[in-house]
């Protein structure tokens, strides 16, 4: 009983101590439109199309990214140029339905498409956040600056077939096989 | 005739500016209020209307003015429509008997800095915040909403009972300064305030007053997260505007009131009189702020039991020994 009571009494007036102490530490608030909190390297924001070393695009319209998304929000027609490169006519990401998981980035075969860390995308009509690729599209590698698809794999689009580094000359198929 | 019109300009210049500045002062608080909230939270508060946010009073009366103001159906709608002003007014009243400051001298007049220094000031006090009550009671019971039905039934019973121990509370005071007069009881701190000599009753008093002022962790008839928003749930605009100012007014005239009766009233060294009443009050209205951001809220239960078995008993129990001890000193 009278231990409690002591007890009782400290639990009373500490908290006093508590508050009196936080009111002269520094706020934890980031004032938003003036501070920015610097977001994380591998922050899953907005959605980019990166380009490859060379400043083609980097995408092959593959539908793998189309394919894995959850909420269905990407959608891109694929179109073939000359030597048999593969490219999408048109690209289109809806923001308003994306989630930002990060599944269309884990798909992509090419490193095309890519999170990036910014986030400030909010818009007041959710039409504007219907990004066309030549809003998708950035002059930049993003996450791995050195990748070339075509440089390792491909229809002899940059380097004839299997005149690639890391590739075998193509079999022929007509001679007497092992 | 010319005494006559300057001793009436002096009496309309000094109401006018104690309404002023309560009410600015009552702005401000809230202002006030909010930000050490925050500072105590690790938040910022209101920043964004002017510089540190100064003007958000003014932004929060635009606000309210210009609302809808809503009289629900079935409620009984002249005393919902009265109430507030009922809970503004009497909290408003009880600055005529607040002294501010010693009498002073203007234009050869002798002029005391209060509004009426009623021989009864301490009575006519306990009376007004006992009609504070009605406010609270009316708004609930007028709103035909269980909330603040539920409210204003807590808030009636919660008033009224620690108004008692606050009466009790001050029985020592008044008997040490042989009067009922709020000047008279500043007048015989001039030596040394009454919370010194008498630290349970002042303990006891300012427990009270918090419970008074239904604040945390009194605050009941207001208990957000059972009672929507308490006895003034259906109040908008400026009707829940005057509850809320009356809310800070009350606070500002209890924070006088522990200052009159405990803290020395203007009493203290260097600084002119009304400086050092205005401290002591901002003071007191301080601590309310520190205690709000601290401590949690009292379970009903809890709360009647502290105000009936504790406070009432220990009241009672300190007029008795203060009334003895004075007896006993001054060899009745």
């Known amino acids: ?178 | 005739m010319n005494e006559w019109l300057i001793t009436a300009l002096l009496i309309a210049i000094k109401l006018g500016l104690i309404f002023g500045v309560v009410l600015f002062i009552a702005a401000y608080l809230v202002l006030a209020e909010r930000k050490i909230l925050a500072r105590m939270q690790l938040r910022h508060g209101p920043n964004r209307v002017g510089p540190f946010g100064m003007i958000q009073p003014m932004a929060d009366l635009i606000k309210m003015l210009t609302k809808e103001d809503v009289c629900p159906t079935g409620a009984d709608k002249y005393l919902f429509l009265f109430a507030p002003g009922l809970a503004a007014l009497t909290a408003l009243m009880a600055f005529a008997v607040i002294p501010f400051g010693p009498t002073i001298e203007i234009f050869g007049q002798q002029m005391p800095l209060v509004v009426c220094d009623l021989n009864i000031g301490a009575l006519y006090f306990l009376g007004l915040s006992s009609l504070a009550v009605y406010g609270v009671a009316l708004g609930g019971w007028a709103s035909n909403s269980k909330y603040a039905l539920l409210a204003s039934i807590r808030g009636l019973a919660q008033l009224i009972s620690y108004e008692l121990s606050m009466g009790l509370a001050i029985v020592p005071v008044i008997m040490a300064a042989k009067s009922f007069s709020l000047t008279e009881i500043v007048m015989a701190q001039e030596s040394m305030p009454f919370a010194i000599y008498h630290p349970v009753a002042f303990l006891i008093f300012f427990i009270s007053i918090t419970a008074e002022s239904k604040r945390i962790p009194f605050d009941l008839p207001e208990a957000e997260n059972e009672l929507v928003a308490g006895f003034h749930t259906e109040y908008s605009g400026m009707r829940f505007g005057l509850f809320f100012v009356g809310e800070y007014i009350n606070m500002i005239v209890l924070g006088s009131m522990t200052t009159i009766f405990f803290l020395g009233g203007w009493h203290g060294p260097l600084l002119p009189p009304v400086v050092w009443f205005l401290i002591k009050v901002l003071g007191v209205a301080f601590v309310f702020i520190w205690i709000r951001g601290t401590m949690p809220r009292f379970r009903y239960d809890q709360l009647m039991h502290f105000g009936w078995k504790i406070m009432m008993p220990l009241a009672l129990l300190n007029v008795v020994i203060s009334g003895g001890i004075m007896v006993w000193l001054n060899g009745g």
């Open chain 1, 1 to 178: 009983m009278a231990r409690n009571f002591w007890r009782d009494i400290k639990g009373t007036f500490e908290p006093f101590w508590v508050t009196l102490r936080y009111l002269f530490t520094k706020p934890v608030t980031i004032q938003y439109p003036e501070e920015k909190r610097t977001p994380f390297p591998r922050y899953r924001a907005r959605i980019v199309l990166t380009r490859d070393p060379d400043g083609g695009e980097r995408c092959v319209a593959c539908y793998l990214c189309s394919a894995a998304c959850p909420v269905d929000c990407i959608s891109m027609q694929a179109a073939e140029g000359e030597g048999g490169r593969r490219y999408a006519t048109w690209f289109r990401i809806n923001f308003a339905r994306c989630i930002f998981c990060g599944l269309c980035a884990e798909a992509c075969p090419t490193k095309a498409i890519q999170m990036s860390a910014d986030y400030e995308i909010c818009n007041r009509d959710p039409l504007n956040l219907v990004y066309e690729k030549e809003d998708l599209l950035i002059d930049d590698g993003g996450n791995d600056q050195d990748y070339n698809f075509y440089r390792h794999t491909g229809i002899g689009v940059v380097n004839p077939r299997g005149g690639n580094e890391d590739e075998n000359e193509p079999e022929d198929v007509k001679s007497l096989l092992p």
